[in-house]
């Protein structure tokens, strides 16, 4: 079946860049979204198409694409960053629809 | 402002039957594709199932296919999951979630959740 791949930590002090990569063999022929999803809350979308963020998403997060791997970076991180982010592609591997990485857990130090 | 809240999880036996439904409002729900989504405690996001616009399309996780069946009622603004024969590790948080414009079945809006908890 089709996996992405997300480390499961990153830390950064505030006001560093974090960045949070996702891989997957498919990925240089599909976009990518990345969710954020604080603590006891609903994931919510913070970029579509690899590098498009939606309104009301701070300018500090932002998405790029480079062959199997595409990355979410957060610049000048601050507390309420502090959240597991989620990347997803469709799938069309023909084992489902829909894969999401395993999350990655990002810790402002 | 769309919403969408789920209701129908709760305590019950392995085997045993459940479901869920997500009533939603603000958007003409008629109009878009529909996920269940779910996350087990203290792990990542899981798809689950999603459903065309009209009901026609739908496809299930294969965990899940053969056990949990997606459907809706566009008449009431209402997205339902069938859950049959449950298993343990069906134990989750269930998302009712509303499928983007942008394409590859992304995910713009989320429910808050219904707990679902499998256990003898």
């Known amino acids: 079946s089709y996996e992405l791949t997300q480390p499961p930590s990153v830390s950064v002090s505030p006001g560093q860049t974090a960045r949070i990569t996702c891989s997957g063999d498919a990925l240089p022929k599909q976009h990518v979204y990345w969710y954020q999803q604080r603590p006891g809350q609903a994931p919510v979308l913070v970029i579509y198409k690899d590098t498009e963020r939606p309104s009301g998403i701070p300018a500090r997060f932002s998405g790029s694409s480079s062959g199997t791997t595409v990355a979410l970076t957060i610049s000048g991180v601050q507390a309420e960053d502090e959240a597991d982010y989620y990347c997803?592609?469709?799938?069309?591997?023909?084992?489902?629809?829909?894969?999401f990485g395993g999350g990655t857990k990002l810790t402002v130090l | 402002q769309v919403q969408l809240v789920e209701s129908g999880g709760g305590v019950v036996q392995p085997g045993r039957s459940l479901r869920l439904s997500c009533a939603a409002s603000?958007?003409?729900?008629?109009?878009?594709?529909m996920h269940w989504v779910r996350q087990p405690p203290g792990k990542g996001l899981q798809c689950v199932a999603l459903?065309?616009?009209?009901?026609?399309?739908?496809f299930h996780a294969d965990s899940v296919k053969g056990r949990f069946t997606i459907s809706r009622d566009n008449s009431k603004n209402t997205l339902y999951l069938q859950m049959n024969s449950l298993r343990v590790e069906d134990t989750a948080l269930y998302y009712c979630?509303?499928?983007?414009?942008?394409?590859?079945?992304?995910?713009?809006?989320w429910g808050q959740g219904t707990l679902v908890t499998v256990s003898s």
């Open positions: 603000g958007f003409t729900f008629s109009s878009y594709a």
């Open positions: 979630a509303k499928v983007t414009d942008y394409g590859d079945y992304s995910i713009d809006y």
């Open positions: 997803q592609s469709a799938d069309n591997s023909g084992t489902s629809y829909v894969v």
């Open positions: 459903i065309s616009y009209d009901g026609i399309n739908k």
